[in-house]
């Protein structure tokens, strides 16, 4: 089932290529709400090629310096949630920790600082190589 949607607002282009936007649609039934315009987005439920035509050239295009911005705040959240839902159970329980072996600790401590270098690899914020967690 497809939604009509005849009207948007407040299109902010979020790629230079400008193909994925957020955006408020008139929705029928729940009024003014946001909404994400992705060309990768399979679910028809809104027609993207229609929000598109709607939107046109009324958007505003956020700037490469605030996506790069953005990208490194969302890979730094992910990194700080590897340390506090992986390492730090780990890593802080005296039991777990002197259960391990040597290079098992070795792995975990290591594993520690590659997070911590994530912001340091040369791709960053857009080409991430996350670290394997130890088995």
Known sequence: MSINIS???NAVSQNEEQTIFQ???NHPVYG???Y???PED???TVNNSDL???IGSNFTQRTQKEID???SEFARIQRDDLLHSEVDPMVSNPLRWNSLTDAQRTAWTQYRTDLLNVPQQ???PHNLTWPTKPS
């Open 42 to 44: 399979t679910d028809m």
């Open 32 to 34: 003014w709400i946001p």
């Open 23 to 25: 955006v408020e649609i």
């Open 52 to 54: 598109r035509s709607l």
């Open 69 to 71: 911005a953005e990208r």
């Open 122 to 124: 040369a791709g960053f």
């Open 36 to 38: 994400r315009l992705d």
């Open 7 to 9: 009207e948007v607002r």
